[in-house]
């Protein structure tokens, strides 16, 4: 069964720096993963998703994600944090059935 | 128009009350979703339906069944509520058929029972 490990439930940076939001997949056969993110009180909207065309993925927002089988991760970046980045981000890997299986979350706080 | 549309928002009821979460899909997509998230944020797939197959995950308790009436929508009921019930909903949708299909959400219900 696919699974997904979000390291750190809660990561601050300061607006400008570096946004780095670590995810772990475990899955028996090569994986479809999604990045989504959930902004205060509204639903989830997809940045990028990983469908095993090129291993790194650029998103919406300026976010990308880079997929490596040999450390089985797919980690989200970001260059610079802007305010308005602050939010819960998920990470997912499809399984079989079409279904989503979630990590976590990371809650994104940025400091002005 | 919002692709993925559910009613009510905001649902408070009582234990033991029977209620019904409604969604809808613009998008023309062959299959749904239901997803519960708990009070710490974590998602968990309920069901997912298309015309063809149901299929639950086997830790949602009997009490909630999915309903659709077509293929754009796909109405959660709950039977008995109870005070774990307690969470924010979210419906999907996904077109299957194509092999790296996206699930987009709606805006969620949050749940509340007294």
């Known amino acids: 069964a696919q699974s997904v490990t979000q390291l750190g439930s809660h990561v601050s940076v300061s607006e400008g720096a570096l946004v780095l939001l670590r995810c772990n997949y475990s899955s028996s056969v090569p994986p479809y993963l999604f990045w989504y993110v959930q902004y205060p009180n509204q639903g989830l909207q997809l940045l990028l998703k990983?469908?095993?065309?090129?291993?790194l993925v650029k998103g919406i927002n300026g976010f990308e994600a880079e997929f490596k089988k040999s450390e089985t991760s797919f980690h989200l970046t970001k260059p610079s944090a802007h305010m308005s980045d602050a939010a819960e981000y998920f990470c997912?890997?499809?399984?079989?059935?079409?279904?989503?299986?979630f990590g976590g979350g990371t809650r994104l706080m940025v400091k002005p | 128009d919002t692709a993925v549309s559910q009613t009510p928002k905001y649902l408070v009821t009582q234990m033991g009350n029977d209620k019904s979460i409604k969604c809808e899909q613009n998008?023309?997509?062959?299959?749904m979703y239901w997803y519960k998230q708990d009070s710490k944020k974590f998602l968990k797939i309920m069901f997912s339906?298309?015309?063809?197959?149901?299929?639950i995950n086997e830790t949602v308790p009997n009490r909630f069944s999915p309903k659709s009436p077509d293929k754009a929508h796909l109405n959660l009921h709950i039977n008995s509520l109870e005070l774990g019930d307690s969470a924010v909903y979210f419906c999907?949708?996904?077109?299957?058929?194509?092999?790296?299909?996206?699930?987009?959400f709606g805006p969620g219900t949050r749940l509340t029972v007294l």
């Open positions: 999907a949708s996904s077109q299957v058929s194509r092999a790296t299909d996206t699930q987009y």
């Open positions: 990983y469908t095993s065309a090129a291993t």
């Open positions: 997912a890997v499809r399984n079989a059935g079409n279904m989503l299986t």
């Open positions: 998008l023309g997509h062959d299959t």
């Open positions: 339906y298309n015309n063809k197959e149901l299929i």
